[in-house]
């Protein structure tokens, strides 16, 4: 953007195969025909894509002091994670 700001984009594709997952599914009861379908749980292995996205500026403050910024964000509803995951740092160089 200008020569002490830095601005990113990134997209993050994951595929887990065979993954362990966990649903919800309803049975019937097995005492009564006539009462509604109980909760249950069943587990399967599956192929899931964990699709996300990430965008992040870094600013030099002054000589080689870096302020860096990044949000994390899911772009689907796949797997057990955060919906936004935020990064704040400071970095220096010592370089010439």
Do not use: E, H, W
């Not at 966990?22 to 005492?31: E, L």
């Not at 909760?39 to 599956?46: H, L, T």
């Not at 002091?65 to 990064?87: E, I, K, S, W, Y």
Request: proline share 7%; aromatic share 10%.
């Amino acid at each position: 953007m200008t020569k002490r700001l830095t601005l990113a984009f990134d997209y993050l594709g994951q595929t887990v195969f065979k993954a362990p997952r966990v649903f919800t599914t309803f049975a019937p009861d097995p005492s009564n025909n006539n009462a509604p379908p109980l909760p249950d749980i069943m587990g399967v292995k599956k192929t899931m894509t964990l699709n996300s996205g990430a965008a992040g500026l870094k600013y030099n403050l002054f000589g080689g002091l870096l302020l860096t910024a990044d949000l994390l964000f899911r772009m689907d509803n796949n797997g057990l994670r955060q919906d936004v995951t935020p990064l704040i740092a400071i970095s220096r160089s010592f370089g010439k």
